[in-house]
């Protein structure tokens, strides 16, 4: 932890949860341990178990650590002034608070929300809404709601971060993920299907691009439709980023899918610096210069080479990393020690299986076959015994 996070944490602790300074000696908790030069605080307290019952129990300290940062950071009062109260019993600002504390608590559904969590959680009791005030519709209008105030909450966010953790932007690292729908969506138009991170290419989805810094304080997102290529998103999170918080001192970290040189070229109009993964093809160019020089230890565990580009632009890094060979080595062997025990398994099915079955060899094609077992010695149509 860094000293500006020390700080922040300090500062986060030497507060209530309303923004009220602790006293200098502040109260004892339950679990305290007895003070032993005070009289009287080393007095055991009897309780009868017999006696005792618990009803109603609730999830408590999660939530209220959460409802607690909430208030810190400030965004219950900026949804109050952003979105104006009408006559719903619950305002927009504790919906939003409700959805927030859940993701930081157990990301689940709306629905799960609704139904579930929320009714064994305490945020009847530190919020005021009952569980029946806080069902689907609700939660999912107040998702429409939030949006047209995403820009004045990245900003709160970006100040009140800066204020607590010393902030640090001048490196940037961007990547895009994805997330799928269950339904159709037919009515979302960014609904698209493309490239899945989940593995369900066969489910319409939507790009999220995200910005975090060094230390991975989100700084800002866009959403993008689910068929966009990672590369055209680039200038699009660039120009959001740098209307914000300006475009000055700015170090851009990106993957390989992010680079084209039209990505690059634009970077660099702007006065922008960056460090990005090499294409192969590009990458193949240098291989030979880059071999023919000797490692250069970075830092403890990691060694690397450098080549600046000929017309002086750029510098072409090579890194390696013993600790990272050691994990890929790792990584091979427990895939090869699964595969070898499969082949195992389906060895031993193969061998049980002769004696009940047949194996049948089945024509399909002049060059395609496949084979399957069969437990009973009628022969199928246009089979050959084999075996």
Same mark, same amino acid.
């Given at each position: ?83 104006? !109260? ?49 069902? *689907? ?18 900003? !709160? ?26 339904? /159709? ?41 689910? /068929? ?34 039209? /990505? ?61 060979? *050691? ?61």
């Amino acid at each position: 932890m860094t000293a500006g996070e020390q700080n922040g944490w300090a500062k986060l602790g030497s507060h209530h949860l309303d923004g009220q300074s602790l006293p200098r000696r502040p109260q004892r908790s339950l679990f305290d341990p007895p003070r032993r030069d005070v009289p009287g605080e080393d007095e055991p307290l009897l309780v009868k178990l017999s006696s005792i019952r618990l009803e109603r129990s609730r999830d408590f300290g999660e939530v209220w650590l959460a409802w607690g940062l909430w208030r810190m950071l400030g965004l219950d009062d900026l949804l109050e002034e952003l979105i104006e !109260r009408g006559r719903e019993d619950v305002s927009w600002a504790t919906m939003a608070a409700i959805l927030t504390i859940a993701r930081f608590c157990e990301p689940s559904s709306e629905l799960h929300i609704a139904d579930t969590w929320y009714r064994r959680t305490a945020l009847e009791e530190l919020l005021g809404a009952t569980p029946e005030q806080v069902h *689907t519709e609700r939660l999912y209008q107040a998702l429409d709601r939030l949006l047209p105030h995403k820009e004045a909450l990245e900003k !709160r966010l970006r100040e009140r971060l800066g204020e607590l953790f010393e902030l640090k932007c001048e490196l940037l690292l961007y990547d895009v993920t994805s997330t799928y729908f269950e339904g /159709n969506r037919e009515g979302c138009a960014l609904a698209k299907r493309g490239y899945s991170r989940d593995s369900r290419p066969d489910r319409p989805q939507v790009c999220i691009g995200l910005v975090v810094t060094e230390e991975g304080f989100p700084l800002g997102y866009e959403v993008f439709a689910g /068929n966009t290529h990672d590369s055209p998103t680039v200038p699009t999170i660039i120009e959001a980023l740098e209307k914000k918080y300006g475009a000055l001192g700015r170090v851009w970290v990106m993957d390989c899918g992010m680079v084209s040189e039209a /990505n690059l070229k634009f970077l660099r109009e702007r006065g922008g610096q960056y460090i990005v993964g090499t294409p192969k093809a590009m990458l193949r160019q240098f291989e030979q210069h880059l071999t023919a020089q000797d490692w250069t230890v970075a830092q403890e565990g990691v060694e690397v080479k450098l080549l600046p580009s000929p017309d002086g632009a750029e510098t072409f890094i090579l890194a390696r990393s013993a600790d990272r060979r *050691t994990k890929e080595l790792a990584m091979h062997e427990k895939f090869t020690a699964q595969l070898e025990a499969g082949l195992r398994k389906m060895q031993s099915i193969a061998r049980s299986a002769r004696s009940t079955a047949r194996l049948w060899f089945v024509i399909s094609t002049p060059t395609t076959a496949r084979w399957s077992t069969a437990s009973t010695s009628k022969k199928p149509t246009c089979c050959q015994e084999i075996g």
